[in-house]
């Protein structure tokens, strides 16, 4: 591992301040990704900036519409929060099926976003409940912030500080599971706003996280397992890895879709694989 430099602030205002005075800083989280990566020499910052001990980047709170996640926030928080749980149900649950206990106790919703893994489980949920992605400079759109595989529209040396959701009718979310790491080899969010609904696909594109419009169309004027007939997704814009092919997990995605749909449907959100 290179040497670096490690600071741990403990406010906000701080931790700008240390971020905008270094050229090549990286900000540490739950350290689930990042260190490993540093202990390959695949990452080498100059200056480590600790998040762990920055007490406003985890709180979690209800808006007029909606909740507010900081970036610190655990999954095992959010899987357990009560106010996630009453205001965006499939939110708690997705949070509650990453990784193990281990996983969920140091893992953040922050690290998790930023790193935009394209078997990450959050992807999905940000992207399906249309959420914004608020840094220390702006608001960027889920639409806009998932780019391409680990690659977001964060600039280097932009920080979230929080993601904000919106509230929806209902929403749930569905994940065929890699058994060893338990990340997705497909992983299927549906989100029901008063705008329409938004489904959302995380383990199974070649670009990383997408939203099956044609779905969201179907799904808008009958929302029922059957509307989902007829429809396909292209396996050449689908990953094929050793855990599964490309033309496996197009088929999976159509099967995990109409799964939730039909559960949401009957507003008992009880399957599970
Ligand atoms: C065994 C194992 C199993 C896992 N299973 C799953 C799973 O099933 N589903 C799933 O979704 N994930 C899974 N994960 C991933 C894990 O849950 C974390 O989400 C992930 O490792 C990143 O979060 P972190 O908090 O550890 O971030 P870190 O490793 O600390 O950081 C990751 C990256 O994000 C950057 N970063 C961190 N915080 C911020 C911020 N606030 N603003 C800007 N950039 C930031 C860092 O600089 C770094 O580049 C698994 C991980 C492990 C080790």
């Given at each position: 591992m290179n040497k670096f430099d490690y600071v741990r602030p403990t406010t906000l205002a701080a931790t700008l301040d240390l971020l905008r005075a270094s050229d090549e800083p990286m900000l540490l989280a739950g350290g689930q990704t990042l260190l490993p990566t540093m202990k390959q020499?695949?990452?080498?910052?100059?200056?480590?900036?600790?998040?762990?001990?920055?007490?406003?980047?985890?709180?979690?709170?209800?808006?007029?519409?909606?909740?507010?996640?900081?970036?610190?926030?655990?999954?095992?928080?959010?899987?357990?929060?009560?106010?996630?749980?009453?205001?965006?149900?499939?939110?708690?649950?997705?949070?509650?099926?990453?990784?193990?206990?281990?996983?969920?106790?140091?893992?953040?919703?922050?690290?998790?976003?930023?790193?935009?893994?394209?078997?990450?489980?959050?992807?999905?949920?940000?992207?399906?409940?249309?959420?914004?992605?608020?840094?220390?400079?702006?608001?960027?759109?889920?639409?806009?912030?998932?780019?391409?595989?680990?690659?977001?529209?964060?600039?280097?040396?932009?920080?979230?500080?929080?993601?904000?959701?919106p509230s929806c009718r209902s929403c749930g979310y569905l994940k065929f599971r890699q058994p060893a790491s338990r990340f997705a080899i497909v992983g299927v969010f549906v989100a029901r706003h008063r705008q329409g609904v938004r489904v959302a696909v995380t383990g199974a594109g070649s670009a990383g996280v997408f939203r099956w419009t044609e779905a969201e169309a179907a799904l808008d004027g009958n929302f029922a397992q059957q509307a989902l007939t007829g429809l396909a997704l292209d396996p050449q814009q689908m990953l094929s890895d050793i855990h599964a092919g490309d033309t496996y997990r197009a088929h999976l995605v159509q099967v995990l879709t109409g799964r939730l749909v039909e559960a949401l449907g009957a507003r008992s959100l009880r399957v599970r694989t």
């Open positions: 020499g695949l990452a080498a910052p100059e200056l480590l900036i600790d998040l762990n001990a920055v007490s406003e980047l985890v709180e979690l709170s209800v808006t007029g519409d909606g909740i507010r996640v900081g970036a610190m926030c655990r999954h095992a928080t959010v899987a357990t929060s009560g106010a996630v749980r009453d205001k965006i149900p499939g939110l708690a649950e997705l949070a509650g099926m990453i990784g193990d206990v281990q996983v969920r106790n140091r893992g953040t919703i922050g690290g998790s976003v930023a790193n935009n893994d394209p078997a990450a489980d959050y992807p999905a949920a940000l992207l399906a409940l249309d959420a914004t992605i608020r840094t220390d400079s702006r608001d960027i759109s889920a639409d806009e912030f998932f780019v391409d595989l680990f690659e977001t529209a964060l600039e280097p040396g932009e920080m979230i500080r929080e993601v904000v959701f």
